[in-house]
């Protein structure tokens, strides 16, 4: 069973910290990786993909991929109240055309 | 304009009834999806099309039928609902098969009652 995997229960960070979120994937030939932003009631929007290992910067947000251990981490820096929201962390599968998500973290960002 | 668009956006119906949910996209894609979130927020894909051809049919219960008249449409019907199909229910677009991720839809929730 090709799986994403988000442990982490929510998570509160004070504005202006880092808030770090990790994803693992079962698949080791997955090729793409994608985080979306989910705020409640509304429906999920992308933020980041990368493809190859090493870190993808886009404004405050960074993406890193470790495909020999099979993760993939978002870090979001200088966090403001309007980031909290749901996470999802998606992979698509190599040889699947499709993209299966994580469980989400929440995250909750204290003014 | 909207570029994934679903309707209607809330749909409360009771146990037994068949219905139908819309979706249109008019970002030019060639691959169309339906994805179920439970109420743990578990985004789950039931169904995708390309080019009008399903390739994609999750084990989901044969009361679920989807339709692609076109690649612009895939429409969702459900019949003889249960309580347990409450939930939220997104279409979604990419770009063949989405490697550069999918365009979501604004939902439909559906409560069955």
């Known amino acids: 069973q090709k799986e994403v995997e988000q442990n982490s229960g929510p998570l509160s960070v004070p504005e202006g910290a880092i808030a770090s979120l990790n994803c693992t994937y079962s698949?080791?030939?997955?090729?793409?990786f994608f985080w979306y932003r989910q705020y409640s009631g509304k429906s999920p929007e992308l933020i980041m993909f990368i493809y190859s290992n090493g870190d993808k910067e886009d404004g405050r947000f960074t993406a890193q991929l470790n495909k020999a251990s099979q993760y993939v981490s978002l870090l979001i820096r200088d966090s403001q109240p309007s980031d909290s929201a749901t996470y999802l962390c998606?992979?698509?599968?190599?040889?699947?055309?499709?993209?299966?998500f994580g469980k989400g973290n929440q995250v909750v960002v204290i003014p | 304009d909207t570029a994934v668009s679903q309707t209607p956006k809330y749909l409360v119906t009771q146990m037994g009834n068949d219905k139908s949910i819309k979706c249109e996209q008019n970002?030019?894609?060639?691959?169309m999806y339906w994805y179920k979130q439970d109420s743990k927020k578990f985004l789950k894909i039931m169904f995708s099309?390309?080019?009008?051809?399903?390739?994609i049919n999750e084990t989901v219960p044969n009361r679920f039928s989807p339709k692609s008249p076109d690649k612009a449409h895939l429409n969702l019907h459900i019949n003889s609902l249960e309580l347990g199909d409450s939930a939220v229910y997104f279409c979604?677009?990419?770009?063949?098969?989405?490697?550069?991720?999918?365009?979501f839809g604004s939902g439909t929730r559906l409560t069955v009652v």
């Open positions: 698949d080791r030939g997955s090729q793409s």
């Open positions: 970002l030019g894609h060639d691959t």
């Open positions: 998606a992979v698509n599968f190599y040889g699947n055309n499709r993209l299966a």
């Open positions: 979604a677009s990419s770009q063949d098969t989405g490697t550069k991720g999918y365009t």
């Open positions: 099309y390309n080019n009008k051809e399903l390739i």
